[in-house]
């Protein structure tokens, strides 16, 4: 499908948003935005789940950052199609940013289209991209206070990685204090823990990934 931006689509961020699900949706695209403060391995769990699924799907990657191609790149050495946005000073990707890039994406051959949002957790939480699902990832060296310190965050996001388990041993991070505050701002979402160094965790999120493609694109 050749795409043709409307001019009306960059109108404002509600019109961008509404053109790119529809176009997710005629696509048959799940796409999946990926939140979380500076740091906490949005990209590290990328480059590990798309090198796992490559056999499986047909994946995509968009990667927003203020600056760098850097994470792009990243994610291009496992073979995976990586389109960057450079924002030059916004903390936030909106959904025109997105429907600019849509372009350099062939949508009809892509099953999973992730999008790294820029490292902030709160701006990224205000602007529907036109995903199917928001997650966010909260690494341990965080700390247990930023669930309720950045609720909106875990308010809007359907799902809480928590990355970095390996480093539990180290930390005073308590998981069971963060699924009690997860529930307590938003009992719709579910607390996984996982590593992107070590792998441990990664088939229940895998196979959260399986079943929202099998969920989200019925068409
Ligand atoms: N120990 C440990 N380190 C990790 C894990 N995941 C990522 N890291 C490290 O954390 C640092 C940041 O990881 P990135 O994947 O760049 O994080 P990011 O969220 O993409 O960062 P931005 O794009 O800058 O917002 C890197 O040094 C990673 O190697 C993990 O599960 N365990
Ligand atoms: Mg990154």
Redesign the pocket.
Known sequence: MKITLDKNVMDSNDHAASYNRDLFRRTGTLVINMM????????????KTVSALAGEFRIAVIEG?IATER?AE?IRRNGVKAVQIATEGECHLDPRMVAKVLPEIDLDTTDILFI?N??NLVCPSEFDLGQNYRIV?L?TPEGNDKMTKYPLMFHVTDLALI?????LPYLSFDLDQAKKDLRGINPHSRLMP?????GEGFDTWLNWIRKAYQDGVKD
């Open positions: 979380s403060s500076p740091g906490a391995g949005k990209t590290a769990i990328l480059e950052d994470d990243r790294e820029v490292g990832v690494s990355n970095k388990i390996d480093l996982l590593s992107a160094r070590s």
